[in-house]
């Protein structure tokens, strides 16, 4: 049975998702790939503001495709997570609560997950064209200039996730 969640995700509800568990996410979540989180953790470190307020928020890795005639966006399937993380402990120390994407995460974002309180979830890779029909907004709202891999602002509806690693460490069996 799916569980429905509602993003923004506050640390509560990720405590309460357990690895393995369906989940139909809705509300708001932003696209960002590994340029976009490089530009994010360079800006940290030159002591400037974040483009977007992480707290609370989840990240879908992916670069979606332009938007065809009549579509919200393009085919939006998930990056390999891995890229990210180099960035990912960073950003969950700052409020991020919940990454999607595919593949396995380094331990150091593992442990970054069990000291804040995040949790990653899987996406299936090659359904992006499926998983672009529980978008029903998109919006660029920082680094345009890295076309389709700025940061975007989606709404979604019942968008089908898979909890692969729990705010506990505990993983997909």
Avoid: W
Wanted: aromatic letters at 6%; glycine letters at 10%; charged letters at 25%.
């Amino acid at each position: 049975m799916d569980i429905k969640v509602k993003a923004p995700l506050t640390k509560i509800d990720a405590e309460k998702l357990k690895a393995g568990d369906s989940v139909l996410l809705s509300g708001i979540i932003y696209t960002a790939r590994d340029a976009a989180h490089k530009r994010m953790v360079d800006s940290l470190a030159n002591g400037e503001e974040l483009p977007i307020d992480i707290v609370n928020q989840v990240i879908y890795y992916a670069g979606p495709a332009p938007a065809k005639e009549g579509q919200v966006i393009g085919s939006c399937g998930p990056t390999t997570s891995g890229r990210m993380d180099a960035y990912a402990p960073l950003l969950i120390e700052k409020g991020l609560t919940g990454m999607i994407g595919k593949g396995e995460r380094l331990d150091s974002v593992v442990d970054a997950m069990k000291t804040y309180t995040a949790v990653y979830f899987g996406a299936i890779g090659g359904a992006g064209a499926l998983i672009s029909k529980c978008v029903k907004s998109a919006e660029v709202v920082a680094y345009d200039d890295l076309g389709t891999e700025a940061i975007r602002k989606l709404v979604v509806e019942d968008f089908p996730v898979i909890v692969v690693i729990d705010s506990k460490g505990n993983k997909i069996k």
